[in-house]
């Protein structure tokens, strides 16, 4: 069956860095691929969606990478601040009409 | 912007009572989703729903059921709640089944099962 792994459960990040978070991926070939942010006691909140054939894709200080070789994407926050503290959820089509998440990783960005 | 809204930010109830947890859009959405999601194990899908009167189960389907009257209201029902169900649940929408969609998610409801 489709599997998604997140590199890491947590991740401390000091501010003003940039900060990557990888999504890993098996057994499928999505067409897109999706990041998400979670904020405690909230539901996750689209940030941005990369297609098979777009190797980077930037949205303001955000930036993800989709390797279809290695199965992978990756997940930039430059200039990192405290308030980019937050659980990010990759996501990808299972070719079945669902999205499907990976467990997501906690972002801590220190002051 | 699509909103999605659940009716309750906080629930306890006890073991063996019916509980209902609704959701609504008001997006014209196709498409609704509850998950529950828990620590460790991420978001997991519990039904879904193509269009109304329409439902699919998900990957945790067991000891839940689901109601969708109305295109903008997806229901989930715990008949006998258990508290191995206390968790929080989250209800999505999206307009088609396509890859590109993506889902607007509602603020979660987290239910305690005593």
């Known amino acids: 069956s489709q599997k998604i792994e997140q590199n890491s459960e947590a991740l401390n990040i000091q501010e003003g860095k940039t900060a990557t978070l990888t999504c890993n991926y098996t057994n499928y070939s999505p067409a897109y691929l999706q990041w998400y942010r979670q904020d405690p006691g909230r539901g996750p909140v689209f940030l941005l969606l990369i297609r098979e054939n777009e190797k980077e894709k930037r949205k303001e200080r955000l930036k993800v990478t989709f390797d279809t070789t290695l199965k992978q994407s990756l997940f930039h926050i430059t200039a990192s601040q405290p308030a980019d503290s937050a659980t990010y959820l990759c996501a990808l089509d299972n070719g079945d009409d669902k999205i499907i998440f990976g467990k997501g990783t906690r972002l801590h960005i220190l002051p | 912007d699509v909103k999605v809204t659940q009716s309750s930010r906080y629930l306890v109830k006890r073991t063996g009572e019916k509980v209902f947890l609704e959701c609504v859009q008001d997006?014209?959405?196709?498409?609704m989703f509850w998950y529950r999601q828990d620590p460790g194990l991420g978001l997991r899908l519990i039904y879904f729903s193509y269009d109304v009167k329409m439902k699919e189960k998900g990957d945790i389907p067991e000891g839940y059921s689901v109601s969708r009257e109305k295109k903008e209201r997806f229901s989930l029902i715990l008949e006998s709640a258990s508290t191995n169900q206390t968790s929080m649940y989250l209800c999505?929408?999206?307009?088609?089944?396509?890859?590109?969609?993506?889902?607007?998610f509602g603020p979660g409801t987290r239910l305690l099962v005593l």
């Open positions: 997006m014209d959405h196709e498409n």
């Open positions: 999505a929408s999206r307009t088609g089944t396509g890859g590109w969609e993506t889902q607007y």
